[in-house]
């Protein structure tokens, strides 16, 4: 792989759950060239705790798996996604059995299955608390034995190429027009310090979210919003990024940062008390411990402010100390090391960004506005969340649009007229020279996840939104004068990409004049189904 130039029938970016499943799928038939910035194993699939959701319960029908999602999805949700994804659940997760996932069962064979906020029935599926890793292992194992999928860890894409950016000095830039069309993606290679281009026909997005946005996050190191920045840039439309999931219980430890107790405690049984010792979760939602995870974490918010406490306490102390060892020994291990006993002490908990459900708006197949795009897993926008994710959903959205995509992107394949595959040009650094002062680009980093999470956080309002716009935009003026005066890191394009996420967040809160899911605006705190029943649409129409 030493050429700098290489030509695939696809490209897909990211190593999760939906970027192996869509390698795996699509490997059979075609050339494929899987990139992932550091190695296979770093995505936020790894660190999924809870599960898979999916009606495999007696009693549990598509019907009510719909419903749920609708409901959490606050009027935002496609319908037809919805069902088509509730309905090929069983489906995919007899394909994660076949390649090799071990998920818990009873003694008697069956998939025991857990509960999560806004489920009405039993219907996660789990390896214990680590369901993620399994998931990964398994995955990142068929894809190593995958003869067909060239593998590029530590590669880092930096940007797609797409026909509008080729024509750009000849004056045809109109990014994401009707004639442009993606041709494969520049990516920099972090060992060598080299950029590649990877010249392909299909680019798949699954590269995952952007928790990284904000101060506090259950996700891990990656997740800075590469694909959504990527696909905005090229001229895709970008859609619901006000729809900042945050997960309402984070541990509180100075010990432990980003981890995340998961909500199948409270499904198994787990009890939120504030610092009084108060299960105050009754006098915010008839669900209680329960409620969709807007309204639980907007509850926390709340408490901790009233009272000024620094956190909650996720109680389980009433369950057997068995249980707890046997069924989540992942939180508990973590709890035993920053010295919380969960068997015998409430566990400190606070919200903290935990998922993205905006992103590239994508067809039922996965596929964006820009043509031989396609997009899956978190840094897409299907439909399926709306408003507000349903737990454990999305490893099922990511398995299932893999699936699709793969198909579509076939079928992509078998209409391309054969023409030589086009030689993009390498990428030109000009005078960029090495970073003098690393300083300046940790102090951007850190203030951006400092006033998103200030400013943009679980409750906003229009001041707190306008002071992000406008902190953000200068921030975003700077970053862009260091990307082209430097020679690329990870961490540049990182920043850079980490800042337009940010904006697009903020212009999509700004826009939308209501409260709404996981919007919650002090200056609008209603819904306003005759004006906003829709999705936020963003769009950067002209190359620049
Ligand atoms: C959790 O285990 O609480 C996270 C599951 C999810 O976010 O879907």
């Given at each position: ?6 030509h695939?029938?696809a ?72 069902r ?14 076949a ?16 509960r ?6 039993r ?12 998931i990964?292992?398994a ?59 990877l010249?392909?026909?299909i ?7 952007a ?24 001229g ?13 219980t ?26 009084g ?73 606070v ?55 793969a198909?579509?992107?076939r079928?992509l ?6 023409v ?14 090495s ?13 951006i996840?400092?006033l ?62 209501e ?30």
């Open positions: 792989m030493g050429d700098l130039n290489t695939y029938d490209v897909v970016i990211g190593s999760g759950i939906a970027g192996l499943t869509f390698a795996l799928e699509l490997g059979d038939h075609a050339r494929v060239a899987l990139l992932t910035k550091r190695t296979l194993v770093d995505t936020n699939t790894r660190w999924a705790q809870g599960g898979f959701s999916a009606v495999l319960a007696e009693g549990d029908t598509f019907d009510l798996h719909v419903r749920d999602t609708l409901v959490a999805g606050a009027g935002l949700c496609r319908e037809d996604v919805v088509m994804v509730v309905e090929s659940g069983p489906e995919a997760v007899a394909q994660l059995i390649r090799g996932v071990t998920l818990d069962r009873h003694d008697d064979g069956r998939l025991e299955l857990t999560e906020g806004g489920h009405s029935r219907r996660v599926t789990h390896a214990r608390d680590a369901t993620g890793h399994a990964q292992s995955l990142t194992a068929r894809i190593r034995e995958h003869e067909r999928v060239d593998i590029f860890e530590h590669h880092h894409a930096v940007d797609l190429i797409t026909r509008a950016r080729l024509a750009k000095g000849r004056g045809k830039g109109l990014a994401g027009g009707a004639d442009d069309r993606v041709l494969g993606v520049y990516a920099l290679d972090t060992a060598t310090g080299q950029v590649r281009a010249a392909a026909p680019v798949c997005l699954a590269t995952g979210g928790g990284r946005a904000y101060m506090y996050t259950s996700n891990p190191e990656v997740a800075t919003g590469d694909g959504v920045a990527m696909a905005y840039r090229a895709a439309r970008v859609a619901n990024m006000e729809f900042f999931q945050f997960h309402p984070l541990l509180h430890s100075r010990g432990e940062k980003n981890f995340l107790i998961s909500e199948a405690l409270r499904g198994e049984g787990g009890v939120l008390r504030n610092a010792g108060e299960a105050f979760m009754p006098r915010y939602h008839t669900l209680k411990d329960l409620a969709p995870r807007d309204i639980v974490a907007r509850a926390i918010d709340r408490e901790l402010k009233v009272r000024g406490d620094s956190s909650v306490f996720l109680d389980m102390t009433h369950m057997s100390a068995d249980f707890l060892e046997s069924h989540f020994p992942n939180i508990h291990a973590t709890c035993l090391r920053v010295g919380v006993d969960m068997r015998t002490t409430p566990i400190p908990v919200p903290g960004a935990h998922y993205m459900c905006g992103g590239v708006q994508v067809d039922t197949e996965g596929r964006s506005h820009l043509h031989g795009l396609l997009a899956i897993g978190e840094v897409s926008c299907t439909g399926l969340h709306g408003a507000n994710r349903l737990a454990s959903n999305s490893l099922l959205e990511g398995a299932v649009y893999a699936v699709r995509a198909r579509a992107a079928t394949l078998d209409e391309l007229p054969s030589p595959p086009l030689d993009v040009p390498i990428w030109d650094a000009g005078d960029a020279r970073p003098d002062e690393l300083v300046l680009m940790n102090q951007s980093w850190d203030e996840r400092r998103m999470w200030s400013y943009v956080g679980i409750v906003r309002s229009n001041r707190r939104l306008k002071r992000a716009e406008r902190r953000l935009e200068l921030l975003y003026s700077e970053v862009r004068e260091e990307y082209w005066r430097f020679l690329l890191s990870a961490d540049l394009i990182e920043l850079r990409n980490l800042c337009t996420v940010a904006q697009l967040t903020v212009k999509s809160a700004l826009t939308r004049q409260s709404r899911g996981l919007h919650y605006s002090i200056d609008y705190p209603d819904a306003d189904d005759a004006n906003w029943a829709h999705e936020t649409v963003m769009r950067r129409p002209v190359f620049g």
